[in-house]
């Protein structure tokens, strides 16, 4: 028999949880749900744009009744539980249902606090929490004109903008001088207020409330200092107390919040809370995006998929007043160890601060121009070293030399048909539409439904700032930490750790190891893990080509009619007569149907079937052709000019040079594609400084050059060293790449990884410590005598390999 | 209906999360191998852009195309929600060690 799980309130977090629920193990509970409020579940974060006549409230219900019966889930709407008998593990409402239950999920969210002063229970006197809030305020401005709002925070602010809306005159009352203390610092909360108030809104801070006055209906406000004011309406907005009562009383340990561990377990195992309730490391919380992941964590627990952690959130704000734009998030205020970088510009209402410390951003509050708060969030959360962007930072992402991009961050502005994902032409209107009407929230909902972001990624910061722009304000992007895949809470860096700590030398080793939460993965994680496990075992470890894209496994490009292109290395990029016929003569035997002369400079020969390839490597092979791993994650070409042997500016072989580089490299596998180049001077016309790695001569020697990218997003390298010798260079090769294969993420190219780790970090591992550089050279010197072999060779020679490219059989008709 | 079974190899030719094409007059049929040794057999046409399921990597009871990465469930050929469409399955059968295979795909699907 099914056990039973119980879910105690209709929320945004206790229903996300069950949705994450239903996604990893869909039969595993007989759920039921209880929840006060005689609605469907609704996203009460877009409460706001309802009051203020935006939305209605269809527009923001998240599941209507149907989808409850469509999932089997009893849902007892309009019922107060009243007591959790732990003994004889049932809950009880107020009506006298009963539900009995395995494990039990407490999800009662938070109330509004309502200051105990005299008068706080006249009619008139309302807080800003649910739908029915939401009905008597707009009756309310029906009938009166002047709304005294009590509180200056996120909350009272958006609550009066709505009033506003609804046509009241409105006050807000703080009992701070700076408004939003606890996400602006003071500049940006007099912008805010100046902006408020041109707008029409009145304030009156700091004041402290003593009383309300009325004598059925409330009609005064009284402050501490005897001054009054009128008012038909009085919402009370001082801040949220989570709703613990019921777990109190039911013997469950409680501090401000229900305290939680990291799987969000009360201090009973079968009991769990999420959301506003609960407090976790000492931390409550108001905003949406730790519900989520609070969500996503406890579901996989219910699912007994126990390795997921809750580790807290970074959280950050957006205000949700049409026209006024503000972000805040972490330390924004720093302390004696923190630095602050500063942009204002009051004329435009234009202000930018970021908190930073060890070149990392802490912290950051923002007004007037909000683009770029999602990517400060992500520099902040993934610690990012800045100190190679500082001097552009404060002025946005755009501005940071990303040519071919500049204007991307227009997206509020953008008309809805412009094309957001070139890859698979997806316009603004398309993405917008499936989230308001798939009711998306997330990156990966937007890729599956639209297929933006979904191909080459460039344009992922543009879909997730359009999220962001639609689905509102506190939502957060993405998790704290990003987790390989689906299959798997942990991330590249977790399991990278685990594969070296456990010593796991398979993929089934690492997946039972890691608990994998599916049979044998996805394509995601499995490619994954076949080069981590390739890279950390050399020579050890079977290459498992069931686990690679087909193009690894049949060393060639697949094309989009099935067809595949075979492309031999040609050293450097130099070739010669006898070649260059030896070529010719294969691509007439073979009928191939198409010759290019690829980027990397060498021949790509495009249309062969499947069937053909062994026999052509053969013949390729014989004639002292190895493969170009066109094909692969992994050292691709070494483009050369023909430097000083010929060119009369040439200040070193830079022919040789590359060709030695691409001798040293060849065959080795990286965690994405790898280029390199060697120009012979300055003028660089082998275009190194695009390249993962670049080495461009010059008089005194050769400068080394990486991580640059000349694809979806052009990136200049950044000059790594400068080195005298030739061997000095092929030292620098070999440990660069290794350093490389042992630390990006699987499919980060040089050019992220970098930005990510931060080129002093790089220099500090390979430049500045020469017994560490020296290490990571051997051990990419190590690693290529199990990786030069040519799989062209292998494959020709190996009987049972070949056999793979043939039809299994071939049926007459 | 009956089946015409063709005999078209053994279990073991091909490998463990993974596939082989038997080629047929009205267009190649992918034969799929699963991790657990389940035997599935579609067109070898995706319904996104007709790119070879054959080449994709297998994954439970899917397969993820090599062109776009549609995942398709082998047991129905249907694509993973919320792609949509379907590759036609074909009957498929083991006996011992040996692979049968109808060339007659089963109803429902416009690519069968």
């Not at chain 1, 972000?327 to 930018?352: C, I, K, M, P």
């Not at chain 1, 010719?584 to 400079?601: I, L, R």
Request: aromatic content about 8%; overall charge negative.
């Amino acid at each position: 028999m099914k056990e039973k799980l119980v879910v105690i309130g209709n929320g945004m977090a206790g229903i996300r949880t069950v949705e994450e629920l239903l996604k990893v193990a869909p039969d595993a509970y007989d759920i039921t749900v209880f929840g006060d409020e005689p609605y469907g579940n609704y996203n009460r974060i877009m409460l706001s744009p309802v009051l203020a006549g935006e939305k209605t409230i269809d527009e923001i219900m998240l599941n209507d009744e149907q989808w409850y019966a469509d999932n089997g889930i009893t849902l007892h709407k309009g019922k107060k539980v009243v007591k959790i008998d732990r003994v004889r593990r049932r809950v009880i409402a107020e009506d006298g249902t009963e539900a009995e239950y395995d494990r039990l999920l407490i999800a009662t969210g938070s109330r509004p606090f309502i200051l105990p002063i005299p008068g706080k229970d006249l009619d008139g006197v309302v807080s800003f929490r649910d739908i029915h809030d939401v009905d008597s305020m707009i009756a309310a401005a029906k009938q009166g004109k002047h709304a005294v709002v009590i509180g200056g925070g996120l909350l009272g602010l958006e609550a009066a903008n709505g009033l506003m809306q609804q046509g009241m005159s409105v006050t807000v009352v703080h009992i701070m001088d700076i408004l939003m203390e606890r996400q602006l610092d003071r500049p940006a909360a007099e912008m805010l207020r100046k902006n408020l108030e041109e707008r029409g809104m009145n304030f009156l801070m700091p004041a402290e409330t003593e009383a309300i006055v009325g004598k059925d209906r409330v009609e005064k406000v009284r402050f501490k200092d005897g001054t009054e004011l009128y008012a038909d309406l009085v919402v009370m907005a001082v801040g949220i107390r989570p709703n613990i009562e019921l777990a109190k009383e039911a013997g469950i340990h409680c501090e401000r919040g229900i305290v939680v561990n990291d799987t969000l377990q009360t201090f009973d195992p079968r009991i769990y809370a999420v959301g506003e309730c609960v407090q976790h490391r000492g931390v409550t919380y108001g905003l949406v995006a730790p519900l989520f992941e609070m969500a996503k964590v406890c579901a996989n627990h219910l699912a007994q998929y126990g390795i997921g952690r809750y580790e807290g959130t970074v959280t950050s704000t957006k205000l949700k007043v049409t026209g006024i734009d503000l972000f805040s998030a972490g330390d924004f205020l720093g302390d004696d160890n923190t630095e602050e970088l500063v942009f204002q510009d009051a004329s435009r209402g234009v202000y930018r601060k970021l908190v930073v410390q060890d070149n990392r951003i802490k912290g950051a509050v923002m007004y007037g121009d909000t683009i770029d708060g999602s990517w400060y969030f992500d520099l902040m959360r993934d610690g990012t070293d800045i100190s190679e962007m500082r001097e552009h930072i404060l002025f946005g992402q755009a501005h940071l030399g990303d040519s071919g991009h500049g204007e991307q961050n227009r997206v509020a502005a953008m008309p809805d048909d412009a094309e957001i994902c070139g890859c698979n032409g997806v316009c603004k209107g398309d993405i917008v539409k499936a989230i308001t009407e798939k009711k998306l929230f997330t990156l990966e909902d937007v890729r599956a439904h639209t297929k933006a972001s979904s191909s080459c990624g460039s344009c992922t910061g543009l879909v997730e700032a359009l999220l962001a722009h639609v689905v509102g304000g506190d939502y957060s992007t993405a998790p704290h930490l990003k987790p390989l895949c689906g299959c798997t809470d942990k991330t590249h860096d977790e399991v990278r750790e685990q594969i070296r700590r456990q010593e796991l030398k398979d993929i089934p080793a690492v997946m039972q190891a890691l608990d994998w939460k599916t049979p044998d993965g996805c394509p995601k994680c499995r490619t994954a893990l076949n080069y981590y496990l390739l890279c950390e075992w050399p020579g050890e470890y079977q290459d498992d080509s069931q686990s690679r894209f087909i193009n690894e496994r049949a060393h060639a490009n697949i094309q989009k009619d099935g067809t595949y292109s075979v492309i031999p290395r040609m050293w450097g990029g130099g070739t010669s007569p006898k070649e260059l016929m030896k070529i010719a003569e294969v691509a007439e035997k073979y009928g191939v149907k198409y010759v290019h002369v690829t980027g990397g400079q060498r021949i790509g020969l495009y249309g062969l079937k499947k069937e053909q390839l062994p026999h052509i490597w053969k013949d390729l092979e014989e004639a002292g052709f190895v493969s170009g791993h066109a094909y692969g994650k992994a050292l691709r070409t070494v483009k050369t000019c023909v430097g000083k042997e010929w060119c009369r500016f040439g200040t070193q072989d830079s022919t040789h040079l590359g060709i030695e580089m691409e001798k040293l490299t060849w065959g080795s596998w990286t965690p994405h594609k790898f280029k390199m180049a060697a120009s012979g001077c300055p003028r660089n016309c082998a275009e190194a400084t695009i390249k993962d790695l670049g080495v461009v001569c010059v008089d005194s020697g050769y400068e080394i050059h990486v991580g640059g990218n000349g694809g979806v997003k052009v990136r200049a390298t950044d000059f790594l060293v400068h080195a005298k010798t030739e061997e000095e260079v092929l030292e620098y090769v070999a440990a660069f790449m290794q350093l490389y294969r042992e630390n990006a993420h699987y499919l980060e190219r040089t050019a992220p990884w970098i930005e990510r780790v931060g080129l002093a970090w790089v220099k500090e591992q390979i430049v500045e410590d020469e017994a560490r550089r020296k290490a990571l050279a051997e051990r990419f010197r190590e690693a290529q005598k199990y990786a030069q072999q040519d799989p062209w060779k292998e494959m020709a020679e190996n009987e049972a390999k070949r056999v793979e490219f043939e039809p299994l059989k071939v049926v007459a008709s | 209906m009956s089946n015409d079974w063709i005999e078209v190899g053994k279990i073991d030719d091909i490998p463990r999360k993974g596939a082989r094409v038997v080629r047929t007059g009205e267009g190649d049929i992918a034969v799929f191998r699963t991790a657990d040794d389940r035997i599935f057999a579609l067109r070898d046409k995706c319904p996104h852009k007709g790119g070879p399921l054959s080449q994709g990597i297998v994954h439970d009871t899917k397969v993820a195309c090599p062109l776009h990465d549609w995942k398709i469930q082998l047991d129905t050929g249907e694509a993973v929600a919320p792609d949509e469409g379907c590759a036609a399955t074909f009957p498929v059968k083991l006996e011992g060690q040996t692979i049968y295979l109808s060339a007659k795909p089963a109803e429902g699907c416009p690519n069968g």
